[in-house]
């Protein structure tokens, strides 16, 4: 794999695909400036881009600038996240915009190194906001890529077998265009991890690289359920059956509809229906979070949205 000619002709083949096959999506265009590519990117960190694509446009009309998004109250950012779920995305990605406005000028950075340092941007936002917006040459690495990577560097017997980080990120130097803007570049492999070499299933007898994938045909999926914990993630809280972050959307959502607040009885009735007096605990447990984390205020006996 780290023959010259195998790593033009993958170059080659994907690009050619990408140019064919890729979703129109508003960070893919050309007119896409550093602003939109950095609020899709944190829109992009936890929901799938045909929802991020719907939502997009509406956060952007309400907020069209760094600047604009710097004065947003957490109130106001987290109605304009409505349906995007995560709703601490909204306020840390505000938090970079005040930092933007505040420490350079309005001018979004195009140095890594620089972009780390914003609140709420972490190594792979900010290596993807230097390549999708400046084109800077730097290792991108999320999960679709490392997906594609792992299985191009060397043979993975199952589909949910991953080379470590450092063996990714070397591969992904080795294999960044020199001629071919970053951007269009992951954009490419993204697309592939995205609809072709997928996490739970793969369609190699449509991906243009099985000619010179090792795990071309051979990748198969495991038999039986690998848990969160297996897999080496922490499992995620649950209550009634579903993830704790779910619940904890479905407060904010509630909230939304009432500007004025609602009691902590009135939030349990139109969140939770009913509840045992030993899950009144966890209720009260969401609630204390949300607060902390900047998403409400609690005004006497009122849950509001933090202003």
């Known amino acids: 794999m780290r023959a ?62 760094v600047h604009h998004l710097a004065q947003a109250t957490n109130a106001e950012v987290i109605r304009a996240w409505k349906g995007l779920g995560y709703n601490n995305r909204a306020l840390r990605l505000r938090d970079a915009a005040r930092a933007i406005v505040a420490d350079h000028g309005g001018s979004i950075p195009r140095d890594p190194e620089l972009l780390i340092t914003l609140p709420g941007i972490g190594p792979y936002a900010a290596a993807s906001i230097a390549a999708f917006a400046f084109d800077v040459p730097t290792v991108v690495v999320d999960v679709n890529v490392r997906r594609v990577y792992s299985r191009l560097a060397s043979p993975q017997p199952l589909t949910t077998d991953l080379l470590p980080d450092d063996m990714v990120r070397q591969f992904g130097s080795h294999m960044l265009p020199r001629r071919t ?31 010179v994938c090792p795990s071309a045909h051979t990748i198969t999926v495991p038999t039986g359920r690998t848990s969160a914990t297996s897999r080496g993630r922490t499992p995620e809280p649950m209550f009634r059956g579903e993830p704790r972050r779910l619940w904890r959307g479905r407060i904010v959502a509630a909230l939304h509809q009432h500007p004025e607040g609602r009691t902590r009885s009135a939030v349990i009735r139109e969140v939770f229906t009913s509840l045992e007096p030993i899950d009144v605990s966890f209720v009260d447990d969401l609630l204390d979070r949300l607060i902390k984390d900047g998403l409400l205020q609690r005004i006497g006996q009122r849950y509001r949205l933090h202003e």
């Open 4 to 65: 010259t000619k195998d790593t033009t002709r993958i170059r080659s083949l994907l690009l050619r695909w990408y140019r064919k096959h890729a979703r129109a999506f508003p960070w893919r265009e050309a007119s896409a400036g550093a602003y939109l590519i950095l609020v899709s990117e944190i829109m992009l960190q936890q929901t799938q881009a045909p929802r991020v694509a719907e939502l997009l446009p509406a956060f952007l009309d309400r907020f069209p600038s």
């Open 181 to 211: 803007p970053p951007s269009e570049w992951y954009n490419a492999v993204m697309e592939l991890g995205a609809t072709v070499c997928m996490a739970r299933r793969t369609a190699c007898e449509a991906c243009p690289l099985s000619s």
